[in-house]
């Protein structure tokens, strides 16, 4: 079946990086724009990123711009969110999820959490 | 790019008929045939609902359906149930590669 799985989380101080990935399966990855969400514990879902189903275009949210990058390894069926200079506000569960044809997002990773913390 | 606005919290007992709202502009909700809503439980992941404005997910019961008048969308659970009890956020594509989403809505069930 279609499956998302994160890994790559968490704890780390401010300033440090860290990198998170998103192992596809039960699809053709390659033919897929793809995305990560976050959620701040209590908070509300946050778009963060997304890349072009062939990795020529990406983009990012504005509070990420210039740390975070995504990339994909469509031979590994794999997304990547690079995330330097990391901050406290990052704290959060770190959703991948796929594009539909609608710009949906189906399905969801169960996500992984990042903890930014001195 | 802002949140969406919906209200922060509905509530309605079993059998009743909720409505959630989702505000936002002509540069986003309503610009794009893209709006979608989101079903989230306590601890797990969003779920997909309602695409497309107005289409059900696959395996999402009748009860759910959504719309859109202008820049407003709204989600409508008719015949409220227990488990319907949880977060609900829309989520709209606003232009160049730019998304939004909802600032959610906590739906419970009295």
């Known amino acids: 079946q279609v499956q998302l799985v994160e890994s790559g989380g968490g704890v780390v101080q401010p300033g440090r990086s860290l990198r998170l990935s998103c192992a596809a399966s039960?699809?053709?990855?390659?033919?897929?724009?793809m995305h990560w969400v976050r959620q701040a514990p209590g908070k509300g879902l946050e778009w963060v990123a997304v890349?072009?189903?062939?990795?020529?275009?990406?983009n990012y949210v504005d509070s990420v711009k210039g740390r975070f990058t995504i990339s994909r390894d469509n031979s590994k069926n794999t997304l990547y969110l690079q995330m330097n200079s990391l901050r406290v506000e990052d704290t959060a569960v770190y959703y991948c999820?796929?594009?539909?044809?609608?710009?949906?997002?189906?399905?969801w990773g169960r996500g992984t959490l990042v903890a930014v913390s001195p | 790019q802002s949140a969406l606005t919906q209200p922060r919290s509905v509530s309605g007992s079993p059998g009743q008929s909720v409505t959630i709202s989702c505000t936002g502009t002509?540069?986003?909700?309503?610009?794009?045939?893209?709006v979608s809503w989101y079903q989230q439980h306590p601890g797990k992941a969003p779920k997909l609902m309602i695409y497309a404005v107005s289409k059900r997910a696959s395996g999402v019961p009748v009860r759910f359906s959504g719309s859109r008048s202008g820049s407003t969308a709204s989600l409508t659970i008719s015949g409220l149930q227990a488990e319907d009890e949880a977060d609900y956020y829309c989520y709209s594509y606003a232009g160049n590669y730019n998304y939004v989403f909802g600032i959610g809505t906590k739906v419970s069930v009295l």
């Open positions: 039960g699809f053709t990855f390659s033919s897929h724009g």
């Open positions: 890349i072009r189903y062939d990795g020529s275009i990406e």
């Open positions: 999820a796929r594009e539909g044809p609608q710009a949906e997002f189906d399905p």
């Open positions: 002509s540069s986003d909700v309503g610009g794009y045939n893209y």
